[in-house]
């Protein structure tokens, strides 16, 4: 057996490294745990010495467990949405504004002021949102111009770890590149019209090239620090989405998956763009930018579950054990919940619906029903989400009739792969390493380019499952029936929700003294 792959994937909170044998077996992981760094409401930065001091760390401590000194690559998976301003040296010029920062909602108003949100879509594949990077560049450009000014390039989150191992700066993958809102989704390359329009330069968005291009190697100062030989290829990588479609085995149309973690989605290959007349899909280039991932996500999935355990049903999200018994209880309790329903929409709703100020909702209830009854509606509403999702998907012409990977935290349940098969009439299949799918999908990128496998088809061998999950007809029966009223439900209460978040937004106001 050959060198193993080291994995570099910078998530939210840690930057997990991980060494894979060509089977996909991991040999050894080490996550460096790191912060959001939120100075003011509604922003959530992260300095990148975070990342790179990070990706030491666990690089020492993985190769250490391993007791291995020397790789066939490092791949690379980061965040997306991010901004990160950067000199001609590589060096970070303010942090990164990372994907859950929302302070460039006014900056959508310029953008929109030079193209429509309908032809924004058209073009980019997404819905025009104060996430992606454009609006974070304006952002800078109004409020920290110095830094604007300075900026030779702006990249994402493995993109600056890429810079920090190989010393080439100002580089990029399709799968990045789709999210940062400057894309041509069309054409793979940067929306030039739109970015001279806006007044920015496009020489300023980094140089894009496929995630398996491993041109880039290890420095001598890099390869001192890390404990590996300079010299050693690096891949470009991809944004996390991208690599945990491959690592959930994904490689060309015909089959999807499910990550449910905090959020949730569901994700298949298209071999061209789609652009859903209501707006409601989310589409990014894939690694190679020959195919397209298209998306269905749910804001609050395993959110939504924590949220239900800590505040409806007295139990710890903190604790393990809460779990096992979270999911005791909605066992007791036959598919449909018997006419409860729960909308995970506690801070608010992306596909299909696509609204910000959707709350969440627990339906139903009647004197008769019990503990087991809501657990049960927590678990069945998350998967329903899901299940709108898939039905859009479905309606745009993607075809994936075999199975399901499921991937993420919420693939370890016992409850939601059966759920799900009933829900969507497919079985379901879950990954056997439920939560290394990303660190997966970067470990085959750089496979890819270092001659280990010869086609992102043959690397899709890496990913490995374990239980099978097939529908049972009377469960999918009675979840048709649950599940034809529950979709009716949010245009029936959205009128509500609007009045709701109007008045919470309100904040809360003075009361006058009476003497």
């Excluded at 991991?26 to 912060?35: K, T």
Aim: with cysteine; hydrophobic share 40%.
């Amino acid at each position: 057996m050959g060198e193993p792959i080291l994995t570099l994937d910078a998530g939210t909170t840690g930057l997990k490294c991980t060494l894979f044998d060509e089977t996909g077996e991991a040999l050894a992981m080490a996550v460096s745990e790191y912060g959001v760094d939120m100075p003011q409401p509604g922003w959530a930065q992260q300095p990148t010495e975070w990342l790179i001091r990070a990706a030491v760390d666990g690089t020492r401590r993985a190769l250490a467990a391993a007791g291995i000194s020397r790789v066939a690559a490092i791949g690379l998976s980061g965040t997306m949405n991010g901004c990160i301003p950067i000199d001609g040296a590589g060096d970070a010029l303010y942090p990164n504004i990372i994907h859950a920062d929302v302070r460039a909602e006014p900056q959508l108003a310029e953008i929109q002021g030079i193209i429509s949100p309908a032809e924004y879509y058209q073009s980019s594949g997404n819905r025009l949102d104060m996430h992606y990077t454009l609006p974070k560049m304006l952002w800078l450009r109004q409020h920290r111009p110095d830094v604007f000014r300075r900026a030779r390039y702006f990249v994402g989150s493995k993109d600056i770890l890429y810079g920090f191992l190989t010393g080439c700066h100002g580089l990029t993958d399709y799968s990045d590149a789709s999210l940062t809102g400057a894309q041509d989704i069309h054409t793979g390359g940067w929306n030039e019209p739109l970015l001279r329009a806006l007044a920015i330069d496009p020489g300023v968005m980094p140089d894009i090239r496929p995630s398996a291009d491993v041109t880039g190697v290890l420095t001598g100062p890099a390869a001192q620090l890390l404990g590996l030989p300079q010299g050693t290829r690096v891949a470009i990588g991809a944004g996390d989405a991208a690599c945990a479609s491959h690592g959930a085995g994904l490689f060309a149309p015909g089959s999807a998956y499910i990550n449910i973690g905090s959020s949730a989605w569901i994700c298949t290959l298209s071999e061209k763009p789609v652009i859903d007349a209501g707006m409601r899909t989310l589409t990014f280039l894939d690694m190679d930018g020959k195919r397209w991932n298209v998306c269905g996500t749910v804001q609050s999935a395993g959110a939504a579950l924590d949220w239900a355990m800590d505040n409806l049903l007295g139990l710890s999200s903190a604790k393990a054990e809460s779990f096992a018994l979270m999911e005791q209880l909605a066992q007791q309790v036959p598919p449909g919940a018997e006419g409860v329903f729960f909308l995970p929409t506690l801070m608010g709703e992306r596909t299909p619906w696509w609204d910000a100020g959707a709350r969440g909702a627990l339906l139903g209830a009647t004197l008769y029903h019990h503990r087991g009854h809501i657990a049960r509606a927590v678990y069945e509403g998350i998967a329903q989400a899901l299940v709108l999702c898939h039905d859009v998907l479905r309606e745009n012409g993607l075809r994936y009739d075999e199975s399901l990977a499921l991937v993420g935290g919420g693939a370890k349940s016992r409850i939601w792969p059966q759920m799900l098969a009933d829900m969507t009439g497919l079985p379901s299949r879950v990954h056997a390493q439920t939560r290394h799918a990303t660190s997966l999908g970067a470990a085959m990128a750089a496979g890819v380019g270092v001659g280990i496998f010869g086609s992102y088809e043959e690397a899709a061998g890496m990913a490995r499952f374990g239980a099978e999950y097939a529908p049972v007809p009377e469960s999918s029966a009675a979840y048709a029936r649950h599940f034809q009223v529950y979709k009716g439900l949010y245009g029936q209460i959205k009128e509500a929700y609007a009045a709701i978040s109007a008045y919470q937004n309100q904040g809360p106001k003075e009361e006058s003294l009476c003497n």
